[in-house]
């Protein structure tokens, strides 16, 4: 498909590691329970929770630990691990936005082109509120709208929805495997922002959003 053929409606950003870097806060909230459960939980093995839901990232956690718990005493972990993220989200200052990000959205809103937000997250409208930028997104599709998690495409597809665009005019940003791969089943055009070793299924992939543009992007992935 070439650029001419090629019409951006839409924009939807995945929250943690593309807007903000929380994964580093999810790591330590969740070494911190391996701790109290008695093993070692390490940077490598946190890549394999980003992106997904929080009961999805326990089951992994625990799997890890070698550990078997009831639906029950799961819902109590997760709630813990999320007491303990809070406190540090809670501290969170606008200026951690990462770098360019802000901008590029300011410019593609100016361009007519629409901006959603669809993240597993159930704290997204918090984090977004307290890096004050919940304004830059029309529509917000998060953890608490949708049962089947990333890599179901039901995040993106209900942010599509929500901004009455078609998957195939809308670019997914994804910083997680299984966010681009939720983006690919859904139809979107996706462009990982990371490891391109990690992200190789994503059809273009940045390093992240410093100098960014819509006619950047769209030579991208034209
Ligand atoms: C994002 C993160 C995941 C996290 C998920 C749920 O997708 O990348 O690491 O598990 O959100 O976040 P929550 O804030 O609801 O625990
Ligand atoms: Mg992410």
Same mark, same amino acid.
């Given at each position: 498909m070439n650029s001419d053929m090629y019409k951006i409606?839409?924009?939807? *950003?995945?929250?943690?590691?593309v807007v903000v870097d929380t994964a580093k806060y999810h790591y330590l909230a969740w070494k911190r329970l391996a701790k109290e459960l008695g093993f070692d939980f390490t940077i490598e093995a946190n890549e394999r929770l980003k992106g997904i839901s929080r009961l999805d990232s326990l089951n992994i956690?625990?799997?890890?630990?070698?550990? =078997?718990l009831s639906a029950d005493?799961?819902?109590? +972990?997760?709630?813990?691990?999320? @007491?303990?993220?809070?406190?540090?989200?809670n501290k969170m200052q606008p200026d951690e936005i990462l770098p360019g990000v802000k901008n590029f959205i300011k410019e593609l809103k100016s361009? &007519? $082109?629409?901006?959603?937000?669809?993240?597993?997250?159930?704290?997204a409208k918090l $984090?977004?509120? @307290? +890096?004050? $930028? $919940?304004?830059? *997104?029309? =529509?917000?599709?998060?953890?608490?709208? =949708?049962?089947?998690? /990333?890599p179901d495409p039901e995040i993106f597809l209900l942010a599509a929805k929500d901004?009455?665009?078609?998957?195939? @005019?809308?670019?997914?940003?994804?910083?997680?495997?299984?966010g681009i791969e939720?983006?690919?089943? &859904? &139809? *979107?055009t996706s462009v990982g922002v990371?490891?391109?070793?990690?992200?190789?299924?994503? /059809?273009?992939v940045i390093p992240n959003f410093i100098g960014m543009t819509l006619d950047k992007m769209t030579g991208l992935i034209g």
């Open positions: 409606n839409a924009c939807i *950003f995945d929250l943690d590691g956690l625990l799997e890890i630990g070698g550990i =078997v005493e799961k819902e109590k +972990l997760a709630e813990k691990k999320n @007491q303990w993220y809070l406190e540090y989200i361009k &007519g $082109i629409r901006i959603g937000l669809g993240s597993a997250s159930k704290n $984090i977004l509120n @307290q +890096l004050e $930028i $919940i304004d830059l *997104f029309e =529509v917000i599709a998060d953890g608490t709208r =949708v049962l089947k998690a /990333k901004l009455n665009v078609d998957p195939h @005019q809308c670019i997914v940003f994804e910083d997680a495997e299984a939720a983006a690919n089943r &859904g &139809g *979107f990371g490891d391109p070793k990690i992200l190789c299924k994503a /059809k273009a």
